[in-house]
């Protein structure tokens, strides 16, 4: 078995970076915990009992390659855990392609274990060029297993998503508005890196066609005749307000602190100042909590408070945090704003 990285923190500084969380005004935030794969953090009990004790809520994202398969999660029932997300990211092609020969099938049989005994789960999946035509087939084996919330990650090149293509600007726009499509199924829909969906959520609530898209079509097509027609596709979407470093922030492994899992920006370290303090004064989370400092397209469109653009992919693409999101379909004719 691989062992932890030698930086990994102790059992002491993970359990002082659970105290850490109680110090944020108000409320604790929601603890995800990922990795690689968080069935295999040692100590993971002792970690889970100390988060419920300290009333902090939490939810595991483990992987089914590893340690957490359809007999193993008797850890996490009883742990307090809210829910735990399973990454399934398209039929039996590409998501074995992705993560291993094999994987899509013990996946599936994981997250039938896991909906008999009763935990609530969430499916995660990737989205890039590669895969995009599989998004109604995913959404088909949430219905079927009954799966009420699906997170669906928009490929940022870093780490294993360097094997794969990053979605153009046609194929941005049409998962997008499939996903507006999608919560007409009645599932939670949320976005990772693509805002975009917010944008377009807004004006599906105030009852604006999502416009046209060869794309979108098929996918909406191949939906029809997997699922049959969508029950709830006048039901008000839902819109998050979060973004990388604001309401959301991650920390690795060894402690660095960043603004979100896929912006390589180091903003402070848990182990030389309490995250409360690093989340609350940092300077670059503090400009980026401040939209007015994004620019380009995103700085002059009319959705920039409520989307923004992705940070992470403006990093990515411009090497400058506060750039205008490169993939967003929308365009911006001189001296306009969108
Ligand atoms: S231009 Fe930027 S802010 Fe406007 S919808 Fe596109 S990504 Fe969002």
Same mark, same amino acid.
Request: proline share 4%.
């Given at each position: 078995? &691989? ?21 944020? #005004?108000? /409320?604790?935030? !929601? ?23 300290? &009333? ?63 935990? $609530?789960?969430? !499916? ?9 035509? *599989?998004?109604?087939?995913?959404? /088909? ?6 799966? /009420? ?16 293509? *990053?979605?153009? =600007? ?13 919560? +007409? %199924?009645?599932? $939670? ?11 377009? =959520? ?17 996918? /909406?097509?191949?939906? !029809? ?7 709830? +596709? &006048? ?10 470093? #604001? +309401? ?6 060894? +402690? ?12 402070? #370290?848990?182990? *030389? &100042? ?28 009319? %959705? ?10 403006? %990093? ?23």
């Amino acid at each position: 078995m &691989k062992l932890p990285a030698e930086d990994e923190l102790t059992l002491d500084q993970s359990m002082d970076f659970l105290n850490q969380l109680t110090e944020f #005004n108000g /409320k604790p935030p !929601v603890l995800i915990m990922t990795g690689g794969d968080v069935m295999k953090k040692q100590n993971l009990a002792e970690i889970m009992h100390h988060a419920r004790d300290l &009333k902090i809520p939490f939810a595991l994202s483990p992987a089914v390659t590893g340690l957490g398969n359809e007999g193993s999660f008797s850890l996490v029932e009883g742990s307090g855990a809210s829910s735990i997300s399973i990454s399934l990211d398209g039929k039996e092609g590409f998501h074995d392609y992705l993560r291993g020969i094999g994987v899509f099938q013990k996946t599936i049989r994981t997250l039938r274990a896991l909906k008999e005994s009763g935990i $609530n789960i969430q !499916v995660n999946t990737l989205v890039s060029g590669n895969n995009l035509t *599989d998004l109604p087939w995913v959404l /088909k084996i949430l219905l079927e297993l009954g799966i /009420k919330t699906w997170e669906i990650f928009f490929l940022i090149k870093v780490g294993r998503g360097m094997d794969v293509e *990053d979605v153009t =600007s046609e194929q941005y726009d049409a998962a997008c508005k499939f996903l507006v499509y999608a919560a +007409g %199924y009645g599932i $939670n829909i949320r976005t990772v890196e693509g805002p975009y969906f917010r944008k377009l =959520s807004i004006d599906h609530n105030n009852d604006v066609s999502l416009g046209n898209n060869r794309l979108f079509s098929e996918l /909406k097509e191949t939906a !029809v005749k997997l699922c049959g027609h969508p029950e709830h +596709g &006048k039901d008000r979407i839902p819109v998050a307000k979060t973004s990388d470093g #604001n +309401g959301i922030i991650f920390v690795s492994h060894n +402690g660095r602190v960043r603004p979100s899992g896929f912006l390589p920006l180091d903003v402070g #370290n848990i182990l *030389d &100042k309490r995250l409360v303090e690093v989340y609350e004064k940092s300077e670059i989370l503090k400009r980026m909590r401040d939209r007015s400092n994004i620019t380009g397209k995103c700085g002059a469109c009319q %959705y920039l408070e409520v989307c923004g653009g992705s940070r992470a992919r403006a %990093y990515f693409y411009r090497g400058e945090v506060f750039a205008e999101d490169p993939v967003c379909p929308l365009q911006l004719n001189q001296g306009e704003s969108i």
